[in-house]
């Protein structure tokens, strides 16, 4: 199985380096700026020569908003705009102009509707001081050195990582693995590079293919398992947070920048301000990690995850939930779960998001009217089942999983089960209707009814 993979390592930068790279990701930005600037005078002037009634064939020529079309502006402009251009690879530029046309596309895409999610705003100009550096090259010697210790990059030559390679390297030198490009980033002040590799994966099947595990993605613990299991939040996170509040109190008490005055921020400002960027950073990564290891060992195990598909957006706006779901990371779970499960030969389960998970008894099938967010405990008033919330909750997904296999094989589900919906843009969803009566197979529900258990099959 071929997939698109990165491999991400942190840098160990000496301060020229890290000068070489800061100088490709401003050229990246001066490229990107000076397109944006182009694209948008050829719109303004072409908008005010057809309110004077010229006609179309001529106005001024429009310019082409592919990345070809804009390297091609940029390199005819280039000696004019950027006189020191040949001290920098010239990925650099591609960078930025990489970016501008994927931004001018989006845009365009997100007006004609031919984009799913939110509206995509045209591209802004990109702030020295605001913006991530960051340089991507896609040609010429990229390599990870034998000692798996150091990478090499164009222009920017010999860097020396801070961690091993090995796991990239022993790929490579297998021919299991093909680098196509290398980006340097920094993020939370320490620098990154992550290559994308296109790896041959090797066929696997979970250790146990029958098995199937529901997963409740919860608050207090990261999640809980329908095996009884209470899997844990990564340790020291709830320290870090703590950390990370006290940063953004202390730097609250700084003098930060105004725009409206035009003030600038002090030392002691930048200094705090780099600090809480690094707690933020850390936070990040033990959330990261902890869900890591959490779906790989669910994907390595299980030939069935079923998990919920929450409205997460929705349930941000609720601003006492907000913190937690955002810490807790549900959507990436999903995503994680979704492209492990792949890898592993496993499947993924998504319950449709109106399925009540918390307020099903699992004993009994009894479903309560209201379940409020502090009962911990779930009582069913049927048979008298006391038990954990979440517990209940990834019970009854489990439990799904049987309900899907009768209900995918049978004949009700053969019809209409095409429409394809995309998660986070990057796992295509089929959406299969489950126990819906023959009536209503189709894929989109009626409003305001019980809905019927629906199952989405992630693959
Ligand atoms: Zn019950």
């Not at 993605?217 to 870090?240: C, D, F, M, Q």
């Not at 995503?335 to 399925?355: C, E, P």
């Not at 489990?398 to 309900?403: D, I, Q, T």
Request: hydrophobic share 40%; charged share 25%; glycine share 8%.
């Amino acid at each position: 199985m071929k997939t698109i993979q990165a491999y991400r390592f942190a840098l160990d930068l000496n301060p020229g380096q890290e000068r070489d790279v800061l100088a490709h990701a401003g050229a990246a930005r001066v490229a990107h700026n000076w397109a944006l600037a182009k694209v948008k005078a050829v719109m303004d002037q072409r908008t005010a020569e057809r309110s004077y009634g010229v006609p179309d064939e001529l106005l001024t020529p429009s310019l082409s908003w592919s990345l070809a079309g804009l390297r091609k502006a940029w390199n005819a402009a280039k000696p004019e705009v950027a006189p020191w251009w040949g001290e920098v690879s010239k990925e650099a530029f591609n960078t930025g102009l990489d970016a501008l046309a994927r931004g001018l596309k989006n845009w365009s895409d997100s007006r004609k509707g031919a984009r799913a999610g939110c509206p995509v705003g045209f591209p802004r100009f990109k702030s020295r001081r605001r913006t991530t550096p960051s340089v991507r090259f896609t040609t010429g010697a990229i390599r990870v050195e034998p000692d798996r210790m150091h990478v090499v990059l164009p222009r920017l030559g010999r860097l020396k990582l801070h961690e091993s390679a090995r796991k990239l390297a022993r790929r490579l030198d297998n021919g299991t693995a093909r680098i196509m490009s290398a980006t340097v980033r920094c993020n939370g002040g320490r620098w990154h590079v992550s290559f994308t590799v296109e790896v041959e994966r090797a066929e696997r099947t979970p250790d146990r293919p029958q098995s199937v595990v529901g997963v409740d993605v919860g608050i207090k613990y990261l999640a809980v398992l329908s095996t009884g299991e209470l899997v844990p939040n990564p340790r020291h996170l709830v320290a870090a947070q703590q950390r990370m509040r006290a940063l953004g109190r202390t730097l609250s008490r700084k003098t930060g920048p105004d725009r409206r005055t035009g003030r600038r921020p002090s030392k002691r400002w930048e200094r705090a301000a780099a600090r809480l960027g690094r707690a933020h950073a850390r936070v990040a990564h033990l959330r990261r990690d902890g869900l890591h290891k959490l779906t790989t060992r669910l994907a390595r195990k299980h030939g069935t995850v079923v998990v919920e598909d929450l409205n997460v957006t929705g349930m941000l706006r609720n601003r006492r939930l907000a913190r937690h779901i955002a810490d807790a990371g549900f959507s990436e779970i999903r995503r994680q779960l979704a492209y492990k499960t792949s890898w592993n030969g496993g499947r993924l389960l998504v319950a449709d998001r109106w399925y009540p998970s918390s307020k099903t008894c699992s004993g009994c099938g009894a479903v309560k009217a209201k379940l409020a967010l502090h009962e911990r405990e779930f009582t069913c008033e049927v048979c008298g089942l006391v038990i954990d919330r979440d517990r209940n909750a990834s019970l009854n997904l489990a439990a799904l999983a049987a309900e899907f296999d009768t209900a995918g094989s049978g004949p009700v589900a053969a019809r209409g089960a095409d429409r394809k919906t995309r998660v986070r843009g990057q796992v295509a969803v089929k959406r299969e209707p489950g126990t819906a009566t023959a009536g209503q197979t189709g894929t989109v529900l009626p409003q305001g009814r019980t809905i019927d258990r629906v199952l989405t099959k992630a693959h």
